[in-house]
Nanobody, 117 residues
Framework: QVQLVESGGGLVQAGGSLRLSCAAS????????MAWFRQAPGKERERVGA???????TYADSVKGRFTISRDNPKNTVYLQMNSLKPDDTAVYYC???????????WGQGTQVTVSS
């Protein structure tokens, strides 16, 4: 498994941007599928974006056209660029990894994103 540490969260006004980073330690980062999830108080956890080991990307409908996931394998890092932020984007954002099977089994500690109106 990899160990994951997120950074880049904070407070931003509606319409603003943030870039989240997730640094992975451990071997074979390039062989992992990576994803960003978020969870707001009282809501279910939502996968907002994912990038496979081969570079295929998927997004939740709620963030399409506003968020971009990317990975830098030599740096063992995955990013989430968030533009045109809305108050509804307020949540704790988590980075996750999986290597085999459908479940993400490595998780970071989370980073808080708060969007003010």
């Amino acid at each position: 498994q990899v160990q994951l540490v997120e950074s880049g969260g904070g407070l931003v006004q509606a319409g603003g941007s943030l870039r989240l980073s997730c640094a992975a330690s451990g071997r074979s980062f390039s062989s992992y599928d990576m994803a960003w999830f978020r969870q707001a108080p009282g809501k279910e956890r939502e996968r907002v974006g994912a990038v496979s080991w081969s570079g295929d990307k998927t997004y939740a409908d709620s963030v399409k056209g506003r968020f971009t996931i990317s990975r830098d394998n030599p740096k063992n890092t995955v990013y989430l660029q968030m533009n045109s932020l809305k108050p509804d984007d307020t949540a704790v954002y988590y980075c996750a990894a999986r290597r085999v099977g459908p479940s993400y089994n490595s998780w970071g500690q989370g980073t808080q994103v708060t969007v003010s109106s």
